[in-house]
């Protein structure tokens, strides 16, 4: 099976790391071959023609075809590996859990705008937009489960699902100095917590999400070069680990490849 199963995936893409997850709490990371894709250079045609012509990623190749949007490809893993379902088996309670995951795509935009966003006066609206998104999870999670950890009574598909973005969500932190503060977001604030503590998600570190989107940060998203720069901070050489944490200093313009760790 291991042959048959190839998830091609960009390196600290949240969307990739939920299937890793998901993988992880069933056992079976090792049945699933992830290969790497650099988004710093022009994309393979072998694996656009896979794609259908599409860049997003990541794509699961099993020997009946591909299968495209992290989500399909969760549901599809957690139903080919019947053991240790991750997703709740109650229809009810699948139910629940498939409002929460809906709320996902919304909760992204809004983080992605805000550590993307350049205009120094728009830092306080997308505060308030980002604030509202944990708000409305918090508002979720108290009507389901209040006194509760997790929106059921364990780490399961949900979980799985927001992990990775909250962990993407240190970039918040460390460029725009955002957490999840008052009385009213405890809830949610719980829920992340334990989501980032949980040893089925720890396939990155803020220091690799905080260096590896830097670009980000800067406005330039998916490999693209910012003025006055040669290589990108998703770049695969220097390694991460090898750069220095680079400038908080969001608002005062970009640092220079040497600066952060990636020239020569």
């Known amino acids: 099976m291991s042959d048959q199963l190839v998830v091609h995936h960009i390196p600290a893409c949240p969307f990739s790391q939920r299937l ?21 250079t022009p994309r393979d045609p072998d694996l656009l023609k ?3 012509g599409s860049t997003a990623l990541p794509i699961m190749q099993t020997r009946k075809g591909v299968i495209k949007e992290s989500l399909a490809i969760l549901r599809f893993l957690d139903e080919l590996f019947p053991e240790a379902p991750v997703a709740r088996s109650d229809p009810y309670e699948r139910a629940v859990e498939s409002m929460l995951i809906a709320m996902e795509g919304e909760f992204t935009a809004a983080g992605y705008r805000f550590v993307m966003n350049q205009d120094r006066d728009r830092r306080d609206a997308c505060r308030e937009v980002m604030t509202a998104q944990y708000r409305r999870l918090n508002d979720f999670l108290d009507w389901q489960n209040p006194a509760g950890t997790f929106l059921f009574d364990r780490f399961g598909l949900a979980e799985a699902v927001f992990t990775p973005l909250f962990m993407r969500f240190w970039f918040l932190d460390y460029y725009e100095d955002f957490d999840i ?7 949610v604030r719980r829920w992340r917590d334990a989501c980032l503590e949980h040893p089925a998600g720890q396939q990155v570190s803020k220091e690799e999400i905080v260096k590896l989107y830097y670009d980000y940060a800067m406005g330039a998203g998916n490999g693209a070069l910012l003025p006055g720069r040669e290589v ?4 695969f050489a220097p390694h991460w680990q090898d750069r220095p944490w680079p400038p908080r200093r969001k608002y005062a313009g970009t640092a220079s490849d040497a600066e952060l760790g990636l020239a020569g």
């Open 232 to 235: 990108s901070s998703f770049a």
């Open 50 to 52: 896979l794609s259908r």
């Open 20 to 40: 890793e997850i998901l993988l992880e709490l069933k056992g079976k990371r090792d049945a699933v071959r992830f290969s790497i894709v650099d988004i710093t």
């Open 181 to 187: 503060v008052g009385p009213d977001l405890q809830r």
